[in-house]
């Protein structure tokens, strides 16, 4: 088993990491990414990103697809732990840059003191001051 780390979460994939290759079954690869590898390449609804052809071997074999080759290739970050059983599969640096030029934080709700909820939405267009902390 490999854990994948993508996007918010992390998956437990059965796959084989190892060096820098990350091989899943088509049907893994779509469940824990959703990109399915076609005849055309790996696509995710309209879009799909071609097999280099004389590099065929490298993207897939076997009805098996490595996934971190498929992800660098799109110019997306794919790292992995020295063993190969953790793998982080990472956004490309525009999709990181289009996130961060709204400058607006995603929303999420917390208590005050008195256990009231209050949600960062209910501030919109105004000024807030967050401020953190840890015990340990």
């Not at 088993?1 to 796959?15: D, K, P, R, W």
């Not at 280099?52 to 074999?61: G, H, L, N, S, W």
């Amino acid at each position: 088993m490999v854990t994948l780390l993508i996007g918010q979460g992390a998956t437990e994939v059965a796959g084989d990491g190892g060096k820098d290759a990350l091989w899943l079954t088509k049907a893994e690869a779509e469940r824990a990414t959703g990109w399915s590898l076609k005849p055309e390449g790996l696509c995710r609804g309209e879009i799909c990103i071609p097999v280099p052809p004389k590099r065929a071997a490298e993207f897939a074999a076997g009805g098996r697809v490595n996934i971190a080759a498929f992800w660098r290739h799109m110019d997306r970050p794919a790292l992995h732990s020295e063993s190969g059983d953790v793998w982080l599969l990472g956004d490309s640096a525009a999709e990181r840059a289009a996130a961060l030029s709204d400058l607006q934080a995603p929303d999420f709700t917390l208590p005050d003191l008195d256990g009231k909820p209050h949600s960062l939405s209910d501030y919109r267009g105004k000024k807030v001051f967050l401020t953190t902390w840890a015990s340990w």
